[in-house]
């Protein structure tokens, strides 16, 4: 990505002289413009608080409109009506892309820039949706070849398969641009610009790039963990491995400069989880899904109620997950480089 130069060497004189003598020249900047400004726009902690608050203000202007359409149980306790998943996960996802472009428009850079670069979008989603449903079923296959999982019954048939299953892959779709978009979409950007700044400026250009990504990942992946935590039937083994997913879709991100297999992965992993296995999703379970199946043994190996993500045996499918992208997705983007945008316009250069 080019970076731009500072506004002091970008000015031009007035008035078409070609005597740059008469240029007036760039007056002092105040100490509040430095406060909420540096050498590549605003600031990163300023960005990610108007972002979240942003977001948070369109949750508020919609959730009325939401529980109209899909009111919410009671307890968590209940399995998920697709309905309340499609509405609840859209409505989610339109408030951070909403949030994410008015950030692009403040920040004078393109949506694209957090994650949503076209360049083989589709392969990459693709991709994502293939891998997802591929290791998810290699985990089921691995805990019912070891006895921590039995198959009851087949709940669906017929038509009430290609219903349950398209509605809950479009659920599921939404819940994979909602959480992809959130945890490493503007915040990871802006976070890993914001600390590689800071790495740059104790220690030196060199890797300054890298260590704001990876560190920027490490923080969200841990709080896309955490944020998990109140969902019923979760253990720390599953939280850990929500965080460790999430370090994976990072590593997607790394490699590619776009959201776009992550988000296939999340979909259909969910999606096989929940509907097609009918597996507790991170302790919760669908309504309508194709399997009826229990667990079996210890909840450390067998995930307990937490579902297959409870499971020590994730570890090495995640590392195949790791293995894939890898091997599979072509190092397009020249590590995941947050781009400098244009400094701050003339009219705030305040004296």
Not at 67 to 93: K, N, T, Y
Not at 150 to 158: H, W
Not at 274 to 299: E, I, K, N, W
């Amino acid at each position: 990505m080019n970076f731009q130069q500072p506004l002091s060497s970008q000015r031009e004189s007035t008035g078409g002289s070609a005597n740059t003598a008469d240029a007036a020249p760039p007056g002092p900047r105040s100490i509040v413009f430095d406060i909420f400004f540096g050498p590549d726009g605003l600031r990163a902690l300023w960005g990610i608080l108007l972002f979240l608050a942003v977001r948070r203000v369109l949750i508020y202007a919609i959730y009325p409109l939401v529980q109209v359409l899909a009111p919410s149980p009671a307890s968590m306790d209940v399995p998920i009506q697709p309905r309340l998943m499609l509405v609840h996960e859209a409505a989610g996802f339109l408030c951070v892309i909403a949030a994410t472009w008015l950030m692009a428009v403040v920040e004078r850079r393109r949506v694209a820039d957090y994650g949503y670069s076209p360049r083989q979008s589709l392969r990459n989603l693709a991709s994502g949706l293939a891998c997802g449903v591929a290791l998810l079923s290699l985990l089921i296959l691995m805990l019912h070849a070891a006895g921590l999982l039995a198959f009851d019954a087949r709940l669906l048939s017929g038509a009430g398969i290609l219903r349950f299953g398209a509605v809950w892959l479009a659920g599921f779709l939404f819940v994979g641009l909602l959480e992809e978009s959130f945890s490493r979409g503007y915040l990871q950007y802006t976070l890993s610009r914001g600390i590689g700044g800071i790495y740059r400026l104790w220690f030196g250009a060199e890797h300054a790039n890298a260590a704001g990504f990876w560190i920027a990942a490490f923080i969200l992946s841990f709080a896309f963990g955490f944020g998990h935590r109140t969902n019923p039937g979760e253990s720390p083994l599953g939280l850990l491995s929500v965080g460790a997913a999430g370090f994976l879709f990072c590593f997607s991100l790394w490699r590619t400069g776009s959201l776009w297999w992550a988000i296939g992965f999340h979909a259909s992993w969910d999606w096989a989880q929940s509907f097609l296995y009918g597996v507790p999703d991170s302790g919760l379970m669908a309504q309508g899904h194709l399997y009826a199946t229990h667990p079996a043994g210890r909840p450390y190996l067998s995930g307990g109620l937490t579902g297959p993500e409870g499971s020590i045996l994730l570890l090495p499918v995640m590392l195949a997950g790791a293995a894939v992208i890898l091997l599979t997705l072509p190092h397009t983007h020249s590590g995941y480089m947050p781009a400098k945008t244009a400094p701050p316009p003339a009219a705030l250069d305040l004296p």
